[in-house]
């Protein structure tokens, strides 16, 4: 089934083109979000974005296990959006986990995955280099990310000022 990823920005409009993508998609939609609330303001900002789906939407939060959420997520859904790869890839590092491990089971997780998938990840590493290793690594790490799953998927889109802008296989998403 045809895939999708969506790079840009913090507050870029990257979330809001992704989840119109999907909403495109006739039928019941699953949304995995990979953040997790530790502060009351991150909690509003989650529930905004829950009161911004409708009925068709379901939730699945994943802040590790995001290869064993897709695969569940496409059992019970007609398409899946995941939300973001780059705050997953923080949970992986800062969890001590084995990120070529975890990475090379969410492709095994695409390529098997049987619905329309979109992912929306952060396009870090643009500003100065980070002054501490631990940043150095993870900026690394997410253009690392974002380049195995460019190849992957038929479709990628930059999104800047809310503006998207086509980087791979315009409109093969779910098309048709
Ligand atoms: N735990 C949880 N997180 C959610 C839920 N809905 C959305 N999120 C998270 O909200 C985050 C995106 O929200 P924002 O921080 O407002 O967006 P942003 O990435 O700065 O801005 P955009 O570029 O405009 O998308 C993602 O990391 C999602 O995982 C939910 O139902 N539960």
């Known amino acids: 089934m045809t895939s999708l990823l969506v790079l840009g920005g913090a507050r870029s409009g990257k979330s809001r083109h992704a989840q119109a993508r999907i909403e495109a998609v006739p039928g019941r939609l699953a949304f995995i979000a990979t953040a997790q609330a530790f502060d009351a303001e991150m909690e509003e900002r989650i529930a905004r974005h829950q009161a911004d789906r409708d009925a068709r939407w379901t939730t699945i939060e994943a802040p590790l ?30 969890g001590d986990e084995d990120v ?14 049987p619905v329309p998938v979109a992912f929306v990840a952060n396009e870090v590493g643009m500003g100065i280099v980070p002054g501490n290793a631990l940043s150095r690594r993870f900026r690394d790490e997410a253009g690392r990310l974002n380049q ?16 998207p802008l086509a980087l791979k296989g315009a409109g093969k998403f779910a098309a048709g």
């Open 100 to 113: 070529a491990a975890r990475s090379e089971e969410l492709l095994a997780a695409l390529a098997r995955c």
């Open 148 to 163: 195995r799953l460019a190849q992957e998927v038929d479709e990628v889109v930059f999104v800047a000022a809310g503006l």
């Open 65 to 94: 296990d995001l290869a064993e959420a897709l695969a569940r997520a496409a059992q019970e859904a007609d398409a899946v959006l995941v939300d973001c790869l780059t705050l997953w890839l923080s949970n992986l590092i800062l």
